[in-house]
């Protein structure tokens, strides 16, 4: 992946049930946990052209990954919607307005986002945590088991994450106002996938 040598295997995909599959795979964890998950899912959003395989894999290793780091009886809620973004490589991401397009074509995009009542990510490791074998938070406070509280992996599930969104041409990203295992501010992962990766460039920069 790293290589950008692994092929997709592209069709046309609708993406909520995409979500649902991957949320019910983990059905068995979220009662081990006695988590609520939540789904706002836009029946409106249009297919997209995408490998899904691939796609399932991103939402689990999403999705675990919020219920690893929220505690017993937290919330998980997934939403998805599609929003209209003009591309351009220099600029910062901003949703447009279509009167505001002046003569360029905008790229409609699906986004899905991952939010969670967790123990939420420092400032400085929001983009660390998707390098490979980066683990966030305190390594010693970590635990075992694959869905434990805090529990700790290879490292890898974000940088999977990061992989396959980017060989979609799309952009994955978190926010969280901190880490807290007392306060639990949460944190979401959002992720942006074009319907259809052969029409973008790869990098989502926005006028």
Known sequence: MTAKKLALKLEQLEINPLIEQATHEQ????????????????PSIPSMKGDRTRLIQL?????????KFTPDGGEICITSRSRYLLCSKQATMQE?????YAGREPHCYIEITISDTGIGINKNEQLRVFDKFYESGNIEEHSSGKVAFKSRGAGLGLSIARGVVEMHGGE??????????QTCPGSTFFIL???DPSKVDGTITTV
Request: charged share 15%.
């Open 27 to 42: 059905r068995l964890f979220f009662a081990m946990r006695n988590q609520t998950l939540t789904l706002h899912l836009d």
């Open 59 to 67: 939402l689990a290793n999403l999705i675990n990954n919020a219920i």
């Open 96 to 100: 447009q307005e279509p009167s505001s």
């Open 172 to 181: 994955i990203w978190v926010e969280s106002d901190g880490y807290d295992p």
């Open 193 to 195: 996938l074009p319907l």
